[in-house]
């Protein structure tokens, strides 16, 4: 594991270009991370005897899968659960139900013992680039914490190591020594992408990683991800609400709302057949920068809905202009529209 | 439309200091805009150019120290309202000018119902009965598009989503009708699907009372679909002005080409964004010369020293790069 | 129209000079002007307290607190001593009582030199006893606390009950039970007074336990341990640095009021609070007795709830941030 990133290091070191090996050629185009039918409810305690009154359905029944090298987004509103679904991945959380099969691996079962040599496979970037940094560790001692897990003995290895990372991240070497709030928002972005990499990892989850960066900046770090995403051969589980961002970095795209995911295909035909009422109002929701286009802005009429016990049927009956009787009595299945497209609509698929 | 008649209010070389301990920082160094009657402007920029200082400064609420207003005027019809005393200035605030903030969450006070501050909105600058002050803010309430407002009178800020607050925050800038409204991100907080809903309400309520918006923001995406005029501030100064389908389509200014050249779409898929290079400056630590140049891709020796001069290019369209400018003859 | 930007991912992209964005904690310590004025004034009793402790033990120190002079009782401060009637050894070295004497003639300088170690340690032993248990009893309920309720129920609700004895009188009880020591006495009150450092602690952890920074260090791999200490304490420690100086004060006077009921540290020690205690017989007749502790108590505590304040200012982040 270490010498696959000392290869990475160096060569990225030297400049040289370098091409996928033959391991991972193998693995293109295999899946790397499977979730199926993952589950978190958050029980809500109330009162003096903290009795259970009731329990948020964070996630209610995901499934999806990222295939080696390609990025998944997952979009949606605030509430619908895309957080916990990255939780639940990295095993930071425990699900209630379903697993995650990491690289063929059902993860969901393991203790943390057992867990530990996969932890580093995946990894996670933040959103707010200023509480994912610990204000009182240079920015070398945070990057380091990674190596220490990877097992990298000797302080003059792991500071070379250090230097070479931020460098991959376009930071000069000398920020090792100094502190987190000497760094820009973009900056320390960079930083939290430099220690996620510190372990060589195979899957990124990026939580929101540009939505709190200034415009000028995001395409910065848009493009550093997508870079490394080439030289590395990494997989993204790309989190946003921007539906362009989505858009530009997605292979596959994932819609959710209340802890269901509502729709799912490869991004173009998402964007050019909408096929979930949702989906259709979100893509119309979001204002273009392009004023000819300027049209009344096509509002959904009310507000995202608690996920505290949802109502029984679709989940987005509340605010769906197709709503019909039986949206509120069936389950509604998740259903294929096409290859790799499915959509959790009967209507859709009715016709 | 150029005949400055109808200017409600207009901003002239405004620069806004703050003294943070040893340092100073021009938050905003020599800002000139200006708003017209039943417009909507734009105040365009990331964090730190200084666009909702100088928004701050037109209602008088910088606090000095540690600000200080080193220079220009803010005129409200003709009235420069730096010059007015905190009593004279409250007259002004919420009846003539209001602002909407950022953050739904926050702007509203915990202990008291949405009708008490609804209604405090009104009583700040009116006499009115009770019946009357209830019924007006039953009315306002209806018409930011609040559901059941009868109802929402006696709920408190905590009982409402993000979007159903910010709708009370603009009720209450309503409450007085004021001629112009400053808005301040009202939409970032909120979910897509909810800044639609507000930005219509913006657009509704414009048209219905002839309202005159400042709205600030750093989303182009906003800025494409509601704004007359649009104004891009780069840390402290404007760098370019102009009407929105010019600055869409031929923006004049190396950073307003940048940024709108580096937003992601889906149709850029596969190709590398364009991305402008470095970090936006500290207002504390500002490049001499134009401040734009350690970034920009057009800089030449002078624009290292030499503080770049708003170009003309016809019908208001103003850019502060004369490299640019010379460049197209 | 555009050209490419320059590649931002190209190595030897420059970070922007480092912008002293924060002031160091020394430069911002300066600016606090009580924070400075309550340090000094700390610094200069902890020297006194110190040379005190050297000029006052020992076989033949050079100033006996112990000396009993009976015909020299109650002399008012700075008056000089009756040398006739007096033995060479038992002349004050300064060849004047400064703060007088009380009354069995000791001289109540000498007294006060030798009990100003006694209140500083107390404060510093006591505090350092109670800090020790907040950290460690507030850091394992709010970071295992989560998964396991019980644990946090349990040490909240025993933090609970602590709070609920009258602390003071719950002291006073122990003391007349165990041998009067000042040992015991440090002890005790640190063993009273951990409460609030563990709500404290507990709910800075509680509040780090959620921030970006933790959940990146559990996807790192790194063990619970590791967290603990490297990453979790050093951002809690400054709310309990602050609470430690303010309760370093209080710690002081909870000895001298001890002292002063009787159940403090046992004679022919001197201590503030037993000069305080001994000396309110003869109020009227020789005040110094008195005032001289009583204004040694007020100062060193003042003293510390200054710099305590100054600290909070100084570590806030907030204020941090702003002057960034």
Redesign the interface.
């Known amino acids: 594991m270490a010498t696959r990133a000392d290869a990475r290091c160096c060569m990225?070191?030297t400049?040289e270009g370098y091409n996928l090996d033959m391991e991972q050629m193998e693995q293109a185009g295999n899946i790397v991370l499977k979730v199926e039918g993952l589950k978190k409810h958050f029980p809500v305690r109330r009162g003096f005897f903290q009795r259970v009154m009731g329990s948020i359905q964070a996630v209610d029944g995901v499934d999806f899968d990222i295939e080696a090298g390609k990025t998944l987004g997952l979009v949606g509103?605030?509430g619908c659960g895309k957080s916990t679904v990255s939780?639940l991945i990295?095993k930071?959380l425990e699900p209630d139900e379903g697993k995650v099969i990491f690289q063929g691996q059902d993860i969901s079962g393991l203790s943390q013992n057992q867990m530990?040599p996969l932890?580093?496979e995946?990894?996670?970037i933040?959103?707010?680039p200023y509480?994912?940094?610990?204000?009182?560790?240079t920015i070398g001692e945070?990057i380091e914490?990674?190596l220490?897990?990877l097992g990298v003995k000797g302080q003059a290895e792991r500071k070379a190591r250090v230097e070479k990372l931020l460098?991959?991240?376009?930071?000069?070497a000398?920020?090792a020594y100094?502190?987190p709030?000497?760094?820009?928002?973009?900056?320390r972005q960079r930083i939290?992408i430099a220690?996620?990499l510190?372990?060589d990892p195979s899957l990124i989850v990026c939580d929101e990683p540009v939505s709190a960066l200034?415009?000028?900046?995001?395409?910065?770090i848009?493009?550093?991800l997508?870079?490394l995403q080439t030289q590395l051969g990494l997989s993204y589980l790309f989190i946003a609400?921007d539906?362009?961002?989505v858009?530009?970095?997605s292979d596959t795209v994932a819609v959710m709302y209340l802890g269901h995911i509502m729709e799912y295909a490869p991004?173009?035909e998402l964007?050019d057949k909408p096929l979930h009422p949702y989906t259709l109002?979100?893509l119309?929701?979001?204002?273009?920068?392009?004023?000819?286009?300027?049209c009344?802005?096509?509002?959904?009429?009310g507000?995202?809905p608690s996920p505290l016990d949802p109502l029984p049927g679709c989940r987005f009956q509340g605010r769906c202009p197709l709503v019909e009787e039986r949206c509120r009595e069936d389950e509604i299945k998740f259903y294929q529209a096409g290859e790799n497209h499915r959509v959790r609509c009967w209507k859709v698929i009715a016709g | 439309m150029d005949n400055g008649k109808d200017i409600l209010l207009s901003v002239q070389d405004l620069k806004v200091y703050f003294h943070l301990n040893q340092r100073l920082a021009q938050a905003v160094d020599g800002v000139s805009y200006e708003v017209r009657k039943g417009e909507t402007v734009c105040l365009v920029g990331?964090?730190g150019c200084g666009k909702t200082v100088s928004a701050l400064t037109t209602l008088g609420l910088i606090p000095q120290p540690p600000g200080e207003i080193a220079g220009g005027q803010v005129l409200f019809k003709g009235q420069n309202l730096l010059d007015l005393g905190d009593d004279e200035m409250q007259k002004i605030r919420g009846n003539h000018i209001a602002m909407v903030f950022q953050e739904p969450m926050t702007s509203l006070n915990p202990v008291f119902t949405v009708g008490d501050q609804v209604q405090e909105a009104i009583m700040v600058h009116e006499k009115v009965s009770k019946t009357e002050l209830r019924q007006r803010s039953v009315q306002l309430l209806e018409d930011v598009g609040l559901p059941a407002p009868e109802e929402r009178l006696a709920d408190y800020p905590h009982q409402l989503?993000?979007?159903?607050r910010q709708r009370v925050m603009i009720a209450m800038a309503l409450a007085c009708n004021p001629e112009v409204v400053i808005a301040d991100e009202p939409t970032t907080a909120l979910?897509?699907?909810?800044?639609?809903?507000i930005?219509?309400l913006f657009?509704e309520l414009q048209r219905e009372r002839d309202l005159s918006l400042l709205y600030i923001t750093?989303?182009?995406?906003?800025?494409?679909?509601i704004?007359d005029r649009i104004y891009i501030m780069y840390a402290g100064i404007i760098v370019e002005q102009g009407s929105?389908?010019e600055i869409?389509?031929d923006p004049r200014h190396p950073?307003t080409q940048?940024?709108?050249a580096?937003?992601?779409?889906?149709a850029?898929?596969g190709a590398?964004?364009?991305?402008?290079?470095g970090?936006?400056p500290d207002p504390a630590y500002k490049p001499g010369g134009c401040p734009f140049h350690p970034?920009c891709n057009l800089a030449i020796e002078t624009c290292q020293s030499r503080f770049p001069e708003m170009c003309d290019y016809g019908n208001g369209h103003q850019s502060r790069c004369p490299v640019l400018y010379d460049g197209n003859g | 129209m555009m050209r490419d930007a320059a590649d931002?991912?190209?190595?030897?992209?420059?970070?922007?000079d480092?912008?002293?964005?924060?002031q160091g904690f020394g430069q911002l310590l300066k600016q606090n002007r009580l924070a400075m004025i309550g340090l000094a004034v700390f610094v200069v009793f902890f020297c006194i307290a110190l040379l005190g402790l050297g000029l006052t033990s020992g076989r033949n120190p050079t100033f006996d607190p112990s000396v009993v002079r009976l015909q020299e009782k109650l002399r008012p401060p700075l008056s000089k001593p009756n040398l006739e009637t007096l033995s060479t050894e038992d002349v004050p070295r300064l060849g004047v009582y400064l703060f007088g004497t009380d009354d069995l003639g000791r001289d109540v300088f000498a007294r006060m030199l030798q009990g100003a170690w006694v209140s500083l340690t107390v404060g510093f032993v006591a505090v350092g006893i109670s800090v020790f248990i907040g950290i460690f009893m507030g850091g394992i309920a709010g970071y295992f606390g989560q998964r396991h309720t019980f644990i946090d129920t349990l040490i909240m609700r025993f933090v609970d009950i602590m709070l609920c004895f009258p602390s003071f009188f719950l002291i006073l009880t122990v003391v007349a039970l165990l041998p009067a020591s000042m040992y015991n006495i440090m002890i005790i009150i640190g063993l009273t007074s951990w409460m609030g450092t563990t709500r404290f602690v507990r709910a800075e952890f509680l509040s780090l336990r959620e921030?970006?920074?933790v959940?990146?260090?559990?996807?790192?791999?790194?063990s619970n341990f590791?967290i603990i200490f490297?990453?979790m304490i050093?951002?809690a420690i400054a709310p309990v640095l602050v609470s430690a100086t303010i309760g370093i004060a209080s710690a002081i006077l909870t000895e001298a009021g001890l002292s002063f009921l009787g159940f403090g540290v046992p004679p022919p020690h001197a201590t503030w609070g037993g000069i305080l205690s001994d000396g309110k017989r003869f109020i009227f007749d020789a005040p110094w007795l008195t005032f001289a502790p009583g204004f040694a108590i007020l100062i060193v505590v003042l003293s510390f709830n200054l710099f305590g304040e100054g600290l909070r200012d100084i570590l806030n982040?907030k204020l941090r941030?702003r002057q960034?």
């Open positions: 990225m070191a400049g509103e605030s939780r990295l930071l530990k932890r580093k995946m990894q996670i933040f959103q707010d509480g994912s940094l610990n204000p009182r560790m945070s914490e990674g220490r897990t460098e991959m991240v376009g930071i000069s000398s920020a100094r502190y709030h000497e760094f820009s928002g973009g900056q939290g220690r996620a510190s372990v200034d415009v000028s900046i995001q395409a910065q848009i493009n550093l997508k870079d609400h539906l362009h961002v858009g530009y970095v991004a173009d964007y109002a979100l119309s929701a979001v204002p273009v920068p392009e004023p000819d286009k300027r009344e802005l096509k509002a959904l009429s507000d995202v | 990331e964090s989503s993000g979007g159903q979910d897509v699907t909810i800044q639609a809903q930005l219509n657009g750093h989303d182009l995406g906003v800025v494409a679909n704004a929105a389908p869409f389509h950073y940048g940024l709108l580096s937003l992601p779409n889906r850029k898929r590398r964004l364009h991305s402008i290079p970090t936006v970034r | 931002t991912v190209t190595p030897g992209f420059q970070v922007d480092p912008v002293a964005l924060q921030q970006d920074f959940t990146a260090a559990r996807a790192l791999g790194v590791r490297r990453h050093p951002n982040p941030e960034g």
